[in-house]
């Protein structure tokens, strides 16, 4: 078995302000490649922010230069980067929630939420998933906040071979216990990894707790953040076994 390093990044996000934020996500890939991170998952909508209100001014093609220098970046160090952003696929395609991945090839893949919350079809469209990450003998499932309330994605990312289940969320204080529970009960159930990344501060009127987390295939805690701010959650696979660690991040 290959080794293997992953992270959840715990980052703030200033609200609309796409040229601050990927400035921010740039930090976070120069620290991960640093630690030799070979995937990064951001929260969701990390590159806005949360904000509904602002999706349908800021939303992108996903192949739009102004993201070039965040592709550019990943595929310098290595690092490959799924980043949360609002996106149509088409001009007049509906809005969606796209999880783009930023691969160290240069490439660029979508996943788009599937499952939306309670209000959120009143802004966006419920997307179509997308295919799983490879690294090596390695499949990584992507999921978007509420996909991971749906027994069934999680079951399906399973079912297509996945070891690993990376979620970019947006959990505030009442709800993580619950979605946490949720999520350890995964690993468990179909022995994957699960990834956690959750905004590191407040979004869209929301007050997120944080405490992003990665638990391992036999449901035990590798490595958590122990509250909000800016850190990287890593998880590196050696001979088999996996250790965690974490990193302050100093976005800007």
């Not at 640093?34 to 349908?56: C, K, M, N, R």
């Not at 093609?61 to 595929?75: E, G, K, N, T």
């Not at 696929?89 to 599937?114: F, H, R, T, W």
Request: hydrophobic share 45%.
């Amino acid at each position: 078995m290959t080794t293997l390093t992953l992270a959840a990044a715990q980052s703030i996000s200033i609200a609309g302000d796409l040229p601050g934020n990927i400035a921010r996500h740039q930090a976070f890939i120069r620290v991960a490649a640093q630690q030799g991170v070979q995937l990064l998952v951001f929260p969701e909508l990390s590159l806005t922010g949360y904000e509904p209100a602002l999706a349908t001014e800021l939303a992108l093609l996903p192949q739009s230069p102004l993201l070039q220098p965040l592709r550019d970046l990943a595929r310098e160090l290595g690092v490959t980067a799924v980043v949360g952003m609002p996106i149509r696929l088409s001009v007049e395609g509906p809005l969606l929630i796209g999880a783009l991945v930023l691969a160290v090839d240069g490439s660029l893949a979508v996943y788009s939420k599937q499952h939306l919350h309670a209000g959120e079809e009143q802004v966006f469209s419920p997307g179509t998933g997308g295919a799983n990450l490879r690294f090596a003998e390695d499949q990584v499932a992507l999921a978007v906040c509420a996909d991971f309330s749906q027994a069934s994605h999680a079951r399906a990312a399973a079912q297509s071979g996945a070891g690993i289940y990376a979620a970019g969320v947006l959990i505030g204080e009442k709800g993580y216990a619950v979605d946490t529970v949720l999520l350890q009960g995964y690993a468990v159930e179909h022995a994957m990894l699960v990834l956690m990344a959750n905004h590191g501060g407040p979004t869209g009127g929301w007050v997120s707790a944080g405490c992003s987390a990665i638990w391992g295939p036999d449901g035990g805690l590798i490595v958590t953040a122990a509250g909000t701010g800016d850190e990287l959650l890593i998880a590196r696979r050696t001979d088999g076994h996996w250790s965690g660690q974490q990193v302050t991040v100093e976005a800007l």
